[in-house]
């Protein structure tokens, strides 16, 4: 029977700091000693979860990968009524953290300008992003190219509020987003579908 015993903390710790690094200062923050010293940990705990710093970076792209592009598409893929219903639904993304982080979004894009391997994750990411919300598009009976722009236009839309760190109270994007539905997809949203949207986020935060 082994003698070593499991370190203090876990995986997930280790990965979540790092986020934080990332966020706060871009990849050249994230190091064993920073991270170690964050979590009040040796940096021995560090080689228990992880082989090296690579290792860390690839575990970051992964998460990332499944959390922001995993849960834009489940929500583009969800069941819904009409094309507003649905892209109320994208909508979530916006204002739900655990469905999408816009910080840690903007972090791996900037990380992807001196990483050129990121740099071709991330185009495939967006890649994957855009043909999720085109196919959403077309389920509600949108040409191939309106679908096509409709979903450039959403993907851009979102990434230019990123990367301008726009700066708005959660009311304010709230009562913006049945304007953006009806512009995105050229059909006002019924007020039911609205007071459904709002419910949810209101509740969110109640």
Request: charged share 30%.
């Amino acid at each position: 029977m082994s003698t070593l015993s499991r370190p203090p903390g876990s995986k997930d710790l280790w990965l979540n700091a790092a986020y934080d690094l990332l966020i706060e200062g871009g990849v050249d923050a994230v190091k064993i000693m920073p991270l170690a010293k964050r979590l009040n940990l040796t940096r021995t705990g560090f080689y228990w979860y992880f082989k090296d710093i690579a290792e860390l970076h690839r575990a970051m792209i992964q998460r990332w990968e499944a959390k922001n592009t995993g849960n834009l598409i489940e929500q583009c893929e969800l069941e819904a009524a009409s094309i507003c219903e649905s892209l109320f639904n994208l909508m979530d993304c916006w204002l739900v953290p655990t469905l999408f982080d816009a910080r840690l979004d903007l972090a791996i894009r900037n990380w992807s300008r001196v990483d050129s391997d990121l740099q071709q994750r991330v185009k495939e990411a967006d890649n994957r992003r855009i043909e999720a919300i085109a196919r959403m598009f077309k389920r509600y009976g949108y040409s191939e190219e309106q679908a096509d722009v409709s979903s450039l236009t959403v993907i851009y839309t979102q990434i230019g509020y990123i990367s301008m760190h726009r700066l708005e109270s959660r009311e304010e994007r709230l009562a913006r987003v049945p304007h953006y539905v009806e512009l995105f997809s050229g059909i006002r949203p019924t007020a039911r579908e609205v007071v459904n949207f709002n419910d949810r986020h209101q509740k969110s935060i109640e």
